[in-house]
């Protein structure tokens, strides 16, 4: 169990949560020109990160999840789901308190700390660490319209990813081969991510009555990295076009914390230190 904090006392922030409720529009596609996974036909399909920053005591989440839940359920494989813990509303309490349980991540921390996600207020999302009017923080209303804009676009890379649990030595192994289809940049990390799902805590719900909801089933939990939040540089120099490289490795855990059966990987190449953006992304369940 991860340990906890006293619970810190402060104003409850006033968050605004929109289009809980919209009707989705588009993009609209043409189905002879695209596969099932609602992105182009062939291996330049790009991926989709969207990590969603929540908070056990944020009483507004929950409606921001399902939208981020839809969005996947309409692009399938095309996007990928992250729950960051962090912040104020991810802080636990003590005693009495539900709030006892602490979801929170140094990795997590550190993109709340770099991207300033939680500042506006909570639920908000990072949706391929891109830049929508100016800014890389987006709310729950503009996500759907944020990554449909992002749907269509050509992949400069793809990256295949296997991971595997030895029940012997609790230990998660991964695998990933990145292939260039373009030249790629002096500044290409590569970071790889753990996450939990169907994780059963306590849930603030504004939607529910009495609020909080004991038995919330919470998915796409951010639990740890591989190689630290930015990663590592993909290749020794900047990979050329046709580069094929492959990648392994392996992380400890506490089977008693983390379901195995539950676990997932997310991979990710992005521009550190340049533009921050994803450039690709791929997820696969642990014994995939």
């Known amino acids: 169990m991860l340990k906890q904090q006293k619970l810190i006392v402060g104003l409850i922030a006033t968050v605004f949560l929109l289009g809980a409720c919209d009707e989705v529009n588009g993009p609209y596609r043409d189905p002879d020109s695209y596969g099932n996974s609602g992105g182009p036909v062939g291996d330049r399909v790009q991926k989709i990160l969207l990590e969603e920053f929540t908070g056990f005591r944020c009483r507004t989440c929950p409606a921001a999840t399902e939208i981020a839940a839809d969005i996947k359920a309409r692009n399938e494989d095309q996007v990928i789901l992250i729950s960051v813990h962090s912040g104020f509303f991810a802080e636990t309490g003590s005693g009495s308190s539900p709030f006892t349980y602490d979801f ?3 990795v997590g921390d550190q993109l709340d700390d770099k991207f300033d996600v939680n500042a506006p207020g909570t639920p908000n999302a990072l949706i391929n660490r891109s830049d929508f009017n100016n800014s890389k923080v987006v709310g729950p209303g503009d996500w759907r319209s944020s990554v449909n804009s992002l749907l269509e676009q050509e992949a400069p890379m793809t990256i295949e990813v296997s991971s595997d649990y030895n029940d012997a030595t609790n230990t998660v192994s991964v695998d990933a ?20 799902n169907n994780f059963v805590q306590v849930q603030v719900d504004e939607r529910k009555t009495p609020n909080i909801v004991e038995n919330y089933v919470h998915q796409h939990v951010l639990r740890a990295s591989f190689n630290g939040t930015w990663g590592e540089p993909v290749a020794a120099a900047a990979a050329s076009a046709g580069d094929e490289i492959e990648k392994s490795w392996t992380l400890t855990i506490n089977p008693d914390e983390w379901n195995p059966d539950e676990l997932e990987v997310v991979v990710m190449v992005h521009d550190f230190q340049g533009t921050d953006r ?11």
């Not at 994803?278 to 995939?288: D, N, S, T, W």
Request: hydrophobic residues 40%; without cysteine.
């Open 278 to 288: 994803i450039l690709q992304v791929e997820a696969a369940h642990v014994g995939e």
């Open 104 to 106: 929170r991540t140094p």
């Open 177 to 196: 081969t990145v292939t260039y289809f373009e030249n790629g940049g002096a500044n290409d990390y590569i970071a790889v991510y753990l996450i939990e």
